[in-house]
T-cell receptor
Framework: NAGVTQTPKFQVLKTGQSMTLQCAQD?????MSWYRQDPGMGLRLIHY???????DQGEVPNGYNVSRSTTEDFPLRLLSAAPSQTSVYFC?????????????FGAGTRLSVL | GENVEQHPSTLSVQEGDSAVIKCTYS??????FPWYKQELGKGPQLIID?????GEKKDQRIAVTLNKTAKHFSLHITETQPEDSAVYFC????????????FGTGTSLTVIP
């Protein structure tokens, strides 16, 4: 049982390049999310999905696209990378408990945009 | 939207002492408050959570308290050990908003042997 798997672990891009951060979970969780983590700012929600075919914007969605064609996968796309997108990106999957969402995080992707 | 503030940003304690991290939130409708531990190079891991209908919850050396009236909640770690050294995050959410979590800015805890 791998949990939440993110690839790649590290990536360096030039401004204007595009790339896709991959996220896969094997726990059959309906909910999946993408966060970015910046120094002194905690984790901020980029996009999330409540099930296959359903996505919605979080706190900081600009510059990112997502899709959810299967329960397992939730890729994050940067169409034209900017230096402001240098960050550590975390994917999470979760299930609804009695009162809240129990989240499991991947190990992260460290992205540098030059 | 929700605003979660977390203090202190750094905390150093001697091994065996207690550590307390405090968070406040702004949205009185928030009803679920998880705490995460993040070790270097890893993703956050849920360590304990509390619901708005509970004032305190304990799991071995870790406890969380919630004051709904004052809109603040705290993490208490007793008998600290070097392996407790990590960054701790608090978060707040409302169950009916699906995946909308709002995180604090983190506390870097160092336990000195």
């Amino acid at each position: 049982n791998a949990g939440v798997t993110q690839t790649p672990k590290f990536q360096v891009l030039k401004t204007g390049q595009s790339m896709t951060l991959q996220c896969a979970q094997d726990m059959n969780h309906e909910y999946m999310s993408w966060y970015r983590q910046d120094p002194g700012m905690g984790l901020r929600l980029i996009h999330y999905s409540v099930g296959a075919g359903i996505t919605d914007q979080g706190e900081v969605p600009n510059g990112y696209n997502v899709s959810r064609s299967t329960t397992e996968d939730f890729p994050l796309r940067l169409l034209s990378a900017a230096p402001s997108q240098t960050s550590v990106y975390f994917c999470a999957s979760s299930f609804i408990g009695t009162w809240g969402n129990i989240q499991y995080f991947g190990a992260g992707t460290r992205l540098s945009v030059l | 939207g929700e605003n979660v503030e977390q203090h202190p940003s750094t905390l150093s304690v001697q091994e065996g002492d207690s550590a307390v991290i405090k968070c406040t939130y702004s949205d009185s409708a928030s009803n679920y408050f998880p705490w995460y531990k993040q070790e270097l190079g890893k993703g956050p891991q849920l360590i304990i959570d509390i619901r708005s209908n509970v004032g305190e919850k304990k799991d071995q050396r870790i406890a969380v308290t919630l004051n709904k009236t004052a809109k603040h909640f705290s993490l208490h770690i007793t008998e600290t050990q070097p392996e407790d050294s990590a960054v701790y995050f608090c978060a707040a959410s409302k169950r009916d908003t699906g995946n909308q979590f709002y995180f604090g800015t983190g506390t870097s805890l160092t336990v000195i042997p």
